[in-house]
């Protein structure tokens, strides 16, 4: 059985750190490409751009990487904690909870991030003081933090969708539509399909993402296919046929074509861009 909390990423299930101690081991450990990262900025400035009509404020704000992320946050020199996780330590045989995590983790591309309310925030510390307490002692139980992380995640799963839901209708069906695409993005491709399902025309529904998100359906789905490539063109030993074949492209060719009209390179180019940034050993997130 593979250790709990070993010293090396690779032999580890969890990880869990105070951001001012994180060492760079950590940071630059390729073993750190497993791990579903939760990064809580305590009384901190967030680490994303916000709307420009919105001034900055300190608060306390979640960020969910998931693994395979193409890039990172920089998160040096921050004031709260860092918690991650293998997929290993998930109960995939909970088929809910375990698509919950994957939809709480993903929805937003390279990372999620969840503002926390001062309510919020103490919950989430009660929970998260007895994992650590757990984690920090000589004979741990893989039982008990597998429970212990499994209440915190939860809790998350319960804020992210009271986040989403609780505002206006409109922002009701970008959250069900994020959802949908989750779920069906590798093989509906079709706005129209989206709409549909969401019981609204394909014009209405792209009137309320470019309201929201400020793109359409289809830029959105394209959007998601992309983010996938990126992770398989970095992170996997596929070769780009493999890549396009599994993302249902008929050819390598219509793959990289779509995929440098998307991001003005072709997958070749941004494979070696990206081996290049990784070398560097930059802790940023690029767009």
């Known amino acids: 059985m593979e250790e709990i909390t070993g010293l090396g990423l690779e032999k580890s299930l969890i990880y869990i750190r105070n951001l001012e101690k994180c060492p760079p081991s950590y940071l630059n450990d390729p073993g750190r490409k497993d791990f579903f990262e939760i990064v809580w900025l305590q009384n901190e400035f967030p680490l994303h751009a916000i709307k420009e009509e919105e001034k900055p404020t300190r608060g306390d704000w979640i960020y969910l990487i998931p693994p395979y992320r193409v890039h990172q946050l920089n998160k040096a020199g921050k004031n709260g904690i860092l918690l991650s996780f293998k997929r290993d330590f998930l109960d995939e045989e909970d088929k809910e909870f375990y698509l919950d995590i994957f939809k709480i983790f993903n929805i937003q591309g390279e990372f999620s991030c969840l503002p926390l309310t001062s309510e919020n925030a103490v919950e989430l510390d009660k929970i998260y003081q007895l994992l650590e307490e757990e984690y920090k002692e000589q004979s741990n ?27 206006d209708v409109n922002q009701k069906r970008v959250y069900e539509f994020m959802m949908l695409l989750e779920e069906n993005y590798q093989l509906e491709r079709n706005a129209d399909f989206y709409a549909g399902k969401s019981g609204l025309s394909a014009k209405r ?23 996938e490539a990126k992770r398989q063109i970095i992170h996997s030993e596929n070769t780009l046929k493999e890549i396009a074949y599994n993302l249902n492209f008929t050819d390598r060719s219509y793959f990289s074509r779509f995929f440098k009209k998307q991001t003005g390179l072709s997958p070749e180019d941004f494979q070696k861009q990206a081996k290049s940034h990784i070398e560097s050993r930059f802790n940023t997130l690029v767009e």
């Open 205 to 227: 529904l792209n009137q309320i993402l470019k309201d929201k998100l400020d793109k359409t359906g289809t830029q959105l789905i394209h959007d998601r296919i992309i983010l």
């Open 141 to 167: 139980s893989f039982l008990i933090l597998k429970a212990l992380l499994k209440v915190f995640l939860l809790k998350l799963i319960r804020i992210k969708e009271h986040v989403f839901t609780t505002q």
